[in-house]
């Protein structure tokens, strides 16, 4: 168990810039999560993969923002035009499909600034 | 809606004194509770959870915590702190079932002093 990794861990980019961030998650866990997190506050859903299936789309994730599961592994999640609101850190986090608790691990996180 | 509350952000305590954060949720059934840990540069780290069973929940590093219904409370302890447990806490509440939607709270940044 190698855990949840997130690349890159830092990203600087220009306001207008695409910029796609990459999360693997533990090898055998099929559902994954993405939160973003801003400064002062606690992580806030922004969507949630089963297998390759994105199932479901917090409202904070504008037209701009797309998430892929392309074989029920890796994910991406690519930010289009960024905008300095966009600054913040991006979190990825599996589980696995009939844990009771479903507990999440979360991997370390991308940081993304905006300038 | 599921909601977390942490009503404190900032809190700051002696090495070897007690801890308790507090924490409330809001949650029309049973609640999946969770208590995370982030130390600067690094992912949530999960302390302990609460599904069922007994109220008391022990987790790892020392830390328990305590689910009241009648409260809706879910705050986090450790009879001594240690300055590693400087940090930010995240409280947590789950839907749990078959997809885990999981809301958090503000967090609590722990300041340990000598």
Aim: glycine fraction near 10%; charge should be positive; charged fraction near 20%.
């Amino acid at each position: 168990d190698t855990g949840v990794s997130q690349d890159p861990r830092h990203k600087i980019t220009k306001r207008g810039q695409n910029v796609t961030f990459r999360c693997d998650p533990i090898s055998e866990h099929n559902r994954l999560y993405w939160y973003r997190q801003t400064l002062g506050q606690g992580p806030e859903f922004l969507t949630y993969f089963q297998n390759e299936a994105q199932l479901e789309k917090s409202r904070l994730l504008s037209d701009r923002f797309s998430a892929e599961r392309p074989k029920g592994s890796f994910s991406t999640l690519e930010i289009q035009r960024t905008e300095q609101g966009d600054s913040a850190m991006y979190l990825c986090a599996s589980s696995l499909d009939g844990r009771r608790s479903n507990e999440q691990f979360f991997g370390p996180g991308t940081r993304l600034t905006v300038l | 809606a599921q909601s977390v509350t942490q009503p404190d952000i900032h809190i700051t305590v002696s090495e070897g004194a007690s801890l308790e954060l507090r924490c409330n949720y809001s949650y029309g059934a049973t609640p999946y509770l969770f208590w995370y840990v982030q130390s600067p540069g690094q992912g949530l780290q999960l302390l302990l959870k609460y599904f069922s069973g007994d109220t008391l929940v022990q987790g790892i590093k020392g830390f328990e915590a305590e689910f009241k219904r009648s409260q809706s409370s879910f705050n986090l302890r450790k009879p001594s702190v240690h300055w590693s447990d400087a940090a930010e806490y995240f409280c947590a509440v789950g839907s749990g079932g078959g997809y885990q939607k999981v809301t958090f709270g503000t967090g609590t940044k722990l300041q340990v002093i000598p």
